[in-house]
């Protein structure tokens, strides 16, 4: 199983980003694909997650109404569309997959068993 993590850069506040996960030898729609970032300094926290079928999806509170969590199953790909970015988003960013994530755990990254190597996204104010 590859995660390959790919859109981050330097934006400044107010911008937006969209982050790229690219899955390979996983089937985006059967799995539970989320995003997870770490500041320096800080623990790796949870940003949003897109469940298996429907696709439903989870957002941290302190994205809720920013972050748009997507995906192209044709592509095998999932997305985070990032609005109105702040100075406190910067950090790398990655994705993380899992078959067997319960809802009630779906933002604790030690439930994800494949990880992409992550994206660095810094927002200057």
């Known amino acids: 199983v590859q995660l390959q993590a790919s859109g981050g850069g330097l934006v400044q506040a107010g911008g937006s980003l969209r982050l790229s996960c690219a899955a390979s030898?996983?089937?985006?729609?059967?799995?539970?694909m989320a995003w997870f970032r770490q500041a320096p300094g800080k623990d790796r926290e949870f940003v949003s997650a897109?469940?298996?079928?429907?696709?439903?999806?989870y957002y941290a509170d302190s994205v809720q109404g920013r972050f748009i969590a997507s995906r192209d199953n044709a592509k095998n790909t999932v997305y985070l569309q990032m609005n109105n970015l702040k100075p406190e988003d910067t950090a790398v960013y990655f994705c993380?997959?899992?078959?067997?994530?319960?809802?009630?755990?779906?933002?604790?990254?030690?439930?994800?068993?494949?990880w992409g190597q992550g994206t660095l996204v810094t927002v200057s104010s």
């Open positions: 993380a997959g899992d078959r067997g994530v319960i809802l009630s755990s779906i933002r604790r990254w030690e439930q994800y068993d494949y």
């Open positions: 897109i469940r298996y079928g429907g696709g439903a999806t």
């Open positions: 030898g996983l089937t985006v729609r059967s799995y539970t």
